[in-house]
């Protein structure tokens, strides 16, 4: 039978001990808090270079809204996301795990990071819906998924329905090549 124990705000190592705030402050958590708040502050910042200015017909935009407006929310969100939970880590108001990551986890995540990375540097080049369907692919495969038909399914539906969500209901532009933007624009109703 188990015994719910009081919450206590003193996080403990895996020997037990309480961690100290020289521990909290090294600990892998604050780390990570402390670059995502720096990382999303950052962008927030520099967003004008980050985001490319919208495409014009005749002196206009053909967007609705500004494109820098929908990263300016989730950064901005993310930033004050980040500073609470530092800020509850640097408390001691969070649980320890007290379990450090495998290799093979540590793996994985190297390689979702590079997932992210590649599709980064191939969307300028190659487009919003072939990179994000690249992108989604390789995801899927990491975390385990091993049916061809099911990838398929999710690597082409969801970018597909982003990308016309994105251009037709937001009016955001996205980068996209040319064959893909002239076969989006031969479908009546879209």
Same mark, same amino acid.
Request: no cysteine; proline share 6%.
């Given at each position: 039978?188990?015994?719910?124990?009081?919450?206590?705000?003193?996080?403990?190592?895996?020997?037990?001990?309480?961690?100290?705030?020289?521990?909290?402050?090294?600990?892998?958590?604050?780390?990570?808090?402390?670059?995502?708040?720096?990382?999303?502050?950052?962008?927030?910042?520099?967003?004008?270079?980050?985001?490319?200015?919208?495409?014009?017909?005749?002196?206009?935009?053909?967007? *609705?809204?500004?494109?820098? &407006? @929908?990263?300016?929310?989730? $950064?901005? +969100? /993310?930033?004050?996301? !980040?500073?609470?939970? %530092? =800020?509850?880590?640097?408390?001691?108001?969070?649980?320890?795990?007290?379990?450090?990551?495998?290799?093979?986890?540590? *793996?994985?995540?190297?390689? &979702? @990071?590079?997932?992210?990375? $590649?599709? +980064? /540097?191939?969307?300028? !080049?190659?487009?919003? %819906? =072939?990179?994000?369907?690249?992108?989604?692919?390789?995801?899927?495969?990491?975390?385990?998924?091993?049916?061809?038909?099911?990838?398929?399914?999710?690597?082409?539906?969801?970018?597909? $329905?982003?990308? /016309?969500?994105?251009?037709?209901?937001?009016?955001?532009?996205?980068?996209?090549?040319?064959?893909?933007?002239?076969?989006?624009?031969?479908?009546?109703?879209?």
């Amino acid at each position: 039978m188990m015994h719910d124990s009081p919450v206590s705000n003193e996080q403990s190592s895996v020997h037990g001990a309480p961690l100290t705030h020289r521990d909290r402050l090294r600990s892998p958590e604050t780390l990570t808090l402390a670059a995502l708040l720096i990382a999303s502050a950052l962008s927030l910042l520099f967003l004008g270079a980050l985001v490319a200015e919208p495409k014009a017909l005749f002196g206009r935009s053909l967007s *609705a809204i500004p494109p820098s &407006l @929908f990263p300016m929310l989730v $950064l901005s +969100a /993310l930033v004050v996301l !980040s500073a609470i939970a %530092l =800020i509850l880590q640097l408390r001691g108001m969070v649980p320890d795990e007290g379990i450090p990551m495998s290799a093979q986890q540590w *793996a994985r995540a190297a390689a &979702l @990071f590079g997932i992210m990375l $590649l599709y +980064a /540097l191939i969307m300028t !080049s190659v487009g919003f %819906l =072939i990179s994000t369907i690249i992108a989604v692919s390789l995801i899927s495969l990491l975390m385990g998924a091993r049916s061809v038909l099911q990838i398929a399914a999710v690597a082409i539906t969801g970018p597909v $329905l982003l990308y /016309l969500a994105s251009t037709r209901l937001l009016a955001v532009s996205l980068p996209e090549l040319d064959v893909i933007e002239s076969i989006y624009a031969a479908i009546p109703g879209l």
